[in-house]
């Protein structure tokens, strides 16, 4: 569900006293977006947004949430927009930022 390993190149790149600072700005951008989708998504732009999602997503490890947006993301482009579920795509990034918040705190991350 997390890339580890991602985590620990990016702090590497970054620095980790920075590297707080980057998963706050990850977690508050990210919050927002989803959010927004929660509700009632627009579905001429929730291929971008998913796409946006999945670039996010990637750079910070969260690997399984990455691979449903991308799902999303070819649906839309497919012309399915109306077809893409939220629900498992919303509740594995909560699942995902659980799990990546306890490894930080926990010092789990490599």
């Keep these: 569900?997390?890339?580890?390993?991602?985590i620990k190149v990016l702090q590497d790149e970054i620095?980790?006293?920075d590297f707080p600072d980057i998963v706050e700005i990850?977690?508050?951008e990210v919050d927002e977006i989803i959010q927004s989708i929660g509700g009632a998504p627009d579905l001429e732009t929730l291929g971008d947004t998913l796409h946006a999602l999945k670039g996010s997503a990637l750079n910070l490890g969260f690997s399984a949430f990455a691979?449903?947006?991308q799902q999303g993301?070819?649906?839309?482009?497919d012309g399915g927009?109306?077809?893409v579920s939220l629900a498992p795509i919303l509740q594995c990034y909560?699942?995902?930022?659980?799990i990546f918040l306890a490894g930080i705190v926990n010092a789990k991350c490599p």
């Design 1 to 6: 569900m997390i890339d580890w390993k991602r």
């Design 81 to 83: 927009a109306q077809d």
């Design 15 to 17: 620095g980790k006293d």
């Design 73 to 77: 993301e070819l649906r839309a482009a």
């Design 94 to 98: 909560a699942q995902s930022k659980d």
């Design 67 to 69: 691979d449903l947006c």
């Design 26 to 28: 990850f977690v508050e």
